[in-house]
Nanobody, 114 residues
C-alpha cells in the first residue's frame, strides 16, 4: 500500500524559506518519479517540480527558487523553497504514479504574507 505524507508547511513572510517533506511508504522513492504539485484557492492544481532516478525538472515559476531532492535512506522527497512570494501561497501535494494509479498525499498548507 502506497502512502505519502507531506509536512513542513506554514506561514512565512515574503522572501522567506520553507522546506517541505514527503515521506513515502510502500514504494522506493529512489526508483520512481515523484512530483510536487500545488493548488491555490480557486485555481487548478499545477505541477511545481519532479524528481526521477536521473533528473529533476521545474515549472517556470519555481526555477531558481525551489529545489527538489530526496534522501534515499529516509525514503523522503523534499522541496526546498526560497525567496517565497505571496503567489506561492497554496496547498502543496506530493504525488507518485505507480501501476497506472496516482497516489497523493494529504497536502500541506503554505501561506506567504506580503
Amino acid at each position: 500500500q502506497v502512502q505519502l505524507v507531506e509536512s513542513g508547511g506554514g506561514l512565512v513572510q515574503a522572501g522567506g524559506s520553507l522546506r517541505l517533506s514527503c515521506q513515502a511508504s510502500g514504494i522506493i522513492v529512489s526508483l520512481n518519479a515523484i512530483n510536487w504539485y500545488r493548488q491555490a484557492p480557486g485555481k487548478q492544481r499545477e505541477l511545481v517540480a519532479t524528481i526521477t532516478p536521473g533528473r529533476t525538472s521545474y515549472a517556470d515559476s519555481a526555477k531558481g527558487r525551489f529545489t527538489i531532492s530526496r534522501d534515499n535512506g529516509k525514503n523522503t522527497v523534499y522541496l526546498q523553497m526560497n525567496s517565497l512570494k505571496p503567489e506561492d501561497t497554496a496547498v502543496y501535494y506530493c504525488k507518485i504514479t505507480k501501476w497506472n494509479t496516482d497516489y497523493w498525499g494529504q497536502g500541506t498548507q503554505v501561506t506567504v504574507s506580503s
